[in-house]
Each structure stands twice: as C-alpha cells, then as structure tokens.
C-alpha cells in the first residue's frame, strides 16, 4: 500500500472468494471519481490474469476474478503499483453528451418538491438542474444507469418516503446530493425531476449505454412536445 | 427445432453469462446453478456453457420436432418423455415428434434442459444468456411462451458418457447449510450479531428471483452506519435496515448500498440457487483460504475422470 495514503487509502478488501474491493475514497468527491476512472482505465487497458469484471462504484472498484486462475494476494499485488496517487482532481472529460431532458408535467411529478426544498418556483428549479456541469460518476444498479456528480446543492432532496412501483424509463432522479437516470421503468424512490426521451440502454446498440464512466453531461431543456417527437423515434 | 407447448414458470434460456461489462452495470447473469449447466452441457460434449433452458419450479412441455439427445441437469423435476419418466443426468435420445414434459420441482428449484449443440438463440452483448429484468438476451429478451419455436445450433463434440456420476451431481443439490466468508462490511455488526446471523435459520422468502434469494426470520440488527454504494457480487449477503438478508443471484445489480455480512461461496452457488422457497438455510463461517480449497477442489473433480460414466 502506497505510504502517503491518507487515512488508510486505498484499502484492499476481500469482498468474497472470488472478488476483491479497491476502497479509492471515504465517501461521492471529484477526487475519489477521479482515482477510481484512473484505476478503472488502467485495469481495463491491461487486464491482469484471471479478471472477470470491474464494477465501479462512487469511491471504490470491485475487482472480480476467477479464482481457478488468481488469488486475494496475487491481484493484490497486481492493483497496489496502480493506484493513483490520492487528492488528484478530476480530469477534464474525454466526451460530453448532451441529454435532452423535458423537465415539464408527468416527465417531472417531484419538481415542485424539490423547487420547494431549495425555495425556488419550478422553473428556476429545472433552470437550475439543467445548467449544471455533471460527470458520469459510474453506472450501476442496473444496465446503464447512470450516477451523476454536479447536483447542485440547493436541489439536494432526500429519496420519497415510499418508492414508487414504476419509474418510468429516462427519469432524471434526484436522491439526497445524487442525481442519475433510470434507463428502464423499475421501481425506484429517487425524487423525478424530468425525463430524457434518448435510450440510455439499448443491448443492441453499440456501445449499448449511452453514457460511460466519466463522461460530461449537459442537459437541454426541451419542451413536451419535443420529448414526445424524439420518444417516438427512438429506436 | 423445439416447439413450447407449455413455458412453465419461468423458463429462459441461459447460458454463463456476459462478464466484462460491469463498468455499465450490466450483470454477469446467465445459469442461476452454473454448475448444473456446466454438468449437462460437458455429458453432452458441448461446450460447457452452451445454452440451454433453466426451468423455474415448474417446468415447461417442447415438441421435438426433429430427433435430438438431451441431457437434464439440476433439481429433479419427475419429467417424462413420452409419458416414460426421464432420469436427471442422462443423455437421452429423443426421437422427431417426441414430448418432453418436465413437470414440477420436487426438490430444489431450477433444472436446465441441455441440447447436444445447445439451443441456437442470437448472441447478445456476447451472451445467450436472458436477463430476465432488463429484458435482453435469450429469446427475445424474455422467459419462454406458448407457441415459441428454439433452434439447435449444429453438434461439435462426441457425447463424454451415457450419465453424470452421482457423487458429482450431488454438488448442485441443495445443501441445509451455506458456507459464507467474511462480508466487506462484516466488521460493522456488533459480534452477537454475527452470531446470530451464523446460528439462526431462515427462511427462504416467495419473493425470491435470480437476482436474489430473499430471507425471512428473526431480523438482524443492521448497522447504524451508512454505506457508500459500492459494486457487489453474487453470493453477498447483503442486511438492509429492516434486518431480513438479501443474498444476491446472477441476476445482482452490479452495484449495492447495504452493508454485507458475509459472502456466499463460490463452491455454494449452486446450491443457494436450488434453494426453494419456504425452506430452512443456515449459515456457517470458512476462511478464504478454505473456501478457495472447496471451490478448487469441485473443479478439479469437473474435469477428473469417471465423472462421466458409460
């Protein structure tokens, strides 16, 4: 483990026989984004024997493996000459991509709340959500959904009390200082600002997520009539 | 080609599944008892992870329309082909016209039905395999219907034997007992708490999928701390604030917010996919270094000889 670590990062935990956990931050930062893409990139341009998957997450990366072929010690001593060195900013994005976001009426149930909670009307609120900077943090949950860093604060909003059954797919969620998109109708209990009329997955589209870790997003406010046009082109 | 007469429950084609795609919380998915598949895929001389239908519970009724040798692999479902019972872990031959009726779990939860030259279904994301919750893969993203037509893909290799040895087929059975290891966050609950968790039974919930196997019981006690999301795996025994443990399946999200108090085995999977609903399971602490033995170990019998015998 590299010396200058600060308070005991990263932490190599083994999450389970076959699976070994890169704890990279404390907690969602720019910095701990940064250390887990800059591990994530190098793991996956130069796989080491026997990895089976990355899964990364705000402030680690879950690295699986098969253990036929390596071990705890043996990926362990694979990742430590990787880590990044701690406190670095995020790095400017490779892409930005531009998601259109219609942040009106049934696309948008809970931005009246979320308005309320910062004390704006539910324009400013929408105003606000779309002219901010975001970076793909990871994706998780489920295939293609994607975690947001860049909330503004004002709109952080904690999760409904009781989720909903169905969200619809495209919802622009806002959970506590999280923000992110639901690629698929689920049940979910993230607070919906809006909704974007773009898959964000789409198994037979290459690459099949729209957005990959550590993109740039900027949302367009676009009108309902424009959501429901695209919506009905999709593929 | 294979005609559904009946779909079953819920019944999909699986293969092992599509890794390397975790960065966008796809999961590894694919057979829910890998081993099972693997089993009666290598009898049949198919590559081991050829597809083939996972059968849930209550299994499905196919018309063969053109003669093929099968092998079932898995929970024992009383299947009969052609109204004549058809053992688990055989390569049977099936003529043109014959029915395959796989009936119902009598114990365990899951049986495959393998094809030599496994079903012939479009690879998607580098898999046949069907996430049943996103709705991809397989046939048409989606468990099996009336009416549904599956092609087998062309035959590569001789068939390795006429049955699996019973001692092999034992590892996917179901067990009373899983072995677990450590959880990432295993050092967040108070020591009773790992206790109990290790000595009380549960019970498996209805509300159970492949995405995961959930438990009822006398809940634990969560910890108060809270847990910055994080990418999990199959077999995490995952205790959300209400106290009633979720151990994940295939079909996991690739990434998790509640602490997790240990991590099913690799060596257990397969039984903690047949595990049924209403059932009793108890849990039992190994190390690392013991559980990669036991995962070594049941592979290194896979490929052994007289697993597969005349």
Redesign the interface.
Known sequence: MTKDAPAGLPRL???????L?V?LG???SEEATEAVLAL?AEL?ARPPRGL???????????V?FD??TT??AELARAVEPLFPPPGHPLAPAARCVEVPVCYEGDCAPDLADVACGAGLSPEEAAELHAAAPYRVA????????A?LLGLPSPLATPRLAAPRLVVPAGSVGIAGGQTGLYP?ATPGGWRLVGRTPLAL?S??RE???LL??GDAVRFVAIPRREFDLLHRERP | MIRVLVPGLLTTVQDLGR??????????GGAADAHALRLGNLLLGNDEGAAALEATLVGPELLFEEAAVVALAGAPFGAQLDGVPLPVWEAVKVPAGGRLAMGRAFSGTRAYVCVRGGLDVPS??GSRAT?V?????GLD?RPLRAGDRLSVGTARGEPRGRRVDAAAARWSGPRRRLRV????QGDWFREDVVEAFLSRPFRVSASSSRTGVRLEGKPLAAPTRSL??????A??VQVPPAGLPIVLLVEH????GYP?IG????ADLSALAQLRPGEEVRFARVS?EE??RL??DR?ARLGAPGVFLP
């Open positions: 935990l083994p999450a389970s026989d076959a699976a956990l704890v404390e907690g969602p994530l996956a089976v998957d990355l899964r990364p997450a705000y402030a680690s990366l879950l699986v253990p036929r071990t705890h990871f994706l998780g949950f489920s295939p293609g959904f975690y698929r997955f198994p037979s690459p099949a997520a990959a870790p | 890794s390397g795609l975790g960065a966008f919380g796809v999961p590894i998607v994301l996430d919750a996103t709705g991809f893969g993203g290891t450590r959880g990432p910055v999301t994080e990418g999990v795996v077999g995490a999200p690739s990434t998790g997790k991590s099913v085995i690799s690392f559980a990669r995962f070594l592979e």
